[in-house]
């Protein structure tokens, strides 16, 4: 009898480990284990992956590099947008796992898989990205949960894993880390109890750096396209090399607390300083040259593109209507913002663009009028005070 295939989401931690080998031993499936990479798993990472998915008892081991995948479709436009959760969160390796649920999914599709299984516990939003995920691409799929549906500890897994010869270290550490190309997500420690920070020491990146230093992000179209005037061809190159730059002040360390899409609280650490850097240089760029009411209907649906991309909502049809939004708005975002670094902290500082519309032949704000006289501002102050007048005249008791 012909074994079912099932794939597995593997991350090579400890549910998706268990769930390899779990599906394999116990359940007799033909398991591929599939890692989708978009930028969070270094080369290392990705060949320990692959030796310990056929140490569990995958029959196939895949990495799907879904990295450009994810800047093209969605990562650019959080840029565009200046996307940011309730003002703080850049969406960091959230806004990652719909791209790596769909890579999953068209891996399964190719193969003629009959499940699909990750490992998500039914306390977080993840669960939600990848059956949702999985629901609309593959409905005809089983998805398999063994975290999720035996409400399993950390210790049930690893007494599992230890008893069948995978003595692989999985500790318990007092902080567990996502890392992505757009960020890294801390969650544990004092993140648990509202009235407590994170000390330094919980970060990845340490500061290294002191004193002040320019940094020059240069934008063509709303895309990043050079740093401190090197050139770079591929965007997520770029990104890399903010990151390295800012990483070493410790810029983009903070706290985020929102709504999580299963209804309760969620509170996460994170340091992200690409996104913190980018997105206030590009927002600093748009102020010079988009018009006042671009910016504020950008704004207004760049808010929802956020917040559908974290609540599992990518392929709703409408986010490729915001796309087409976002994406025209651009025409004009190019030129060159500078900002200045230091320890924990950046600040901008000014812009090179030819289509800087403070620059203008009308006058210099504060200083001198050129495209209309004296007369044109009283004139002008006086209709539109005509509104205000109006009232007041039928209501002088309330001033």
């Known amino acids: 009898m012909e074994k079912k295939k099932v794939v597995v989401a593997f991350s090579g931690g400890l549910d998706t480990s268990y769930t390899v080998m779990y599906l394999a031993r116990e359940k007799g499936y033909e398991v591929y284990a599939a890692c989708a990479n978009t930028g969070g798993f270094s080369a290392e990472q990705l060949k320990t992956n692959e030796e310990n998915a056929y140490k569990l008892g995958a029959t196939k081991y895949v990495t799907l590099d879904v990295t ?43 193969i003629g898989a009959h499940a699909i299984a990750h490992g998500s516990t039914g306390a977080g939003n993840d669960q939600v990205r990848f059956d949702m995920t999985f629901l609309v691409m593959c409905p005809d799929m ?23 010869g995978f003595k692989a270290d999985f500790t318990k550490l007092k902080y567990s880390y996502n890392v992505g190309i757009w960020g890294t997500s801390i969650c544990g420690g004092e993140i648990l109890d509202s009235r407590q920070g994170l000390p330094d020491t919980a970060y990845l990146k340490q500061v290294k750096k002191d004193g002040r230093e320019e940094l020059r992000l240069t934008f063509e179209k709303g895309q990043l396209k050079a740093v401190n005037g090197e050139v770079f061809d591929d965007p997520i190159a770029a990104i890399c090399k903010v990151e390295e730059i800012g990483a070493a002040y410790g810029i983009g360390r903070d706290m985020h607390v929102g709504d999580t899409i299963i209804g309760i609280k969620g509170r996460v650490g994170f340091e992200a300083a690409a996104p913190a850097l980018i997105i206030a240089a590009h927002r600093f760029l748009e102020k010079y040259t988009l018009s006042k009411w671009q910016q504020y209907w950008k704004d207004q649906v760049a808010n929802w593109y956020g917040m559908f991309l974290h609540e599992s909502q990518y392929l709703e049809p409408v986010m490729r209507d915001i796309e087409a939004m976002l994406e025209s708005s651009q025409q004009h975002v190019t030129g060159t913002a500078i900002l200045e670094l230091r320890p924990l902290s950046f600040s901008t500082v000014g812009v090179d663009s030819v289509n800087d519309l403070v620059k203008t032949k009308f006058g210099e704000y504060g200083e001198t009028q050129k495209g209309w006289t004296a007369e044109d501002a009283k004139g002008f102050i006086k209709v539109l005070s005509t509104p205000l007048r109006g009232y007041y005249a039928n209501h002088p008791d309330e001033f």
Request: aromatic letters at 12%; a neutral charge; proline letters at 2%.
């Open 68 to 110: 450009r995948e994810y800047y093209d479709k969605s990562l650019r436009f959080m840029i565009y947008g200046n996307v940011l959760r309730n003002n703080v969160y850049p969406i960091s390796v959230s806004s990652e796992r719909i791209f790596q649920g769909m890579a999953i999914a068209r891996y399964a599709r190719e």
């Open 142 to 164: 089983e998805i398999i949960t063994l975290t999720r549906d035996g409400n399993l500890s950390r210790q049930e897994e690893v007494d599992y894993l230890n008893a069948h």
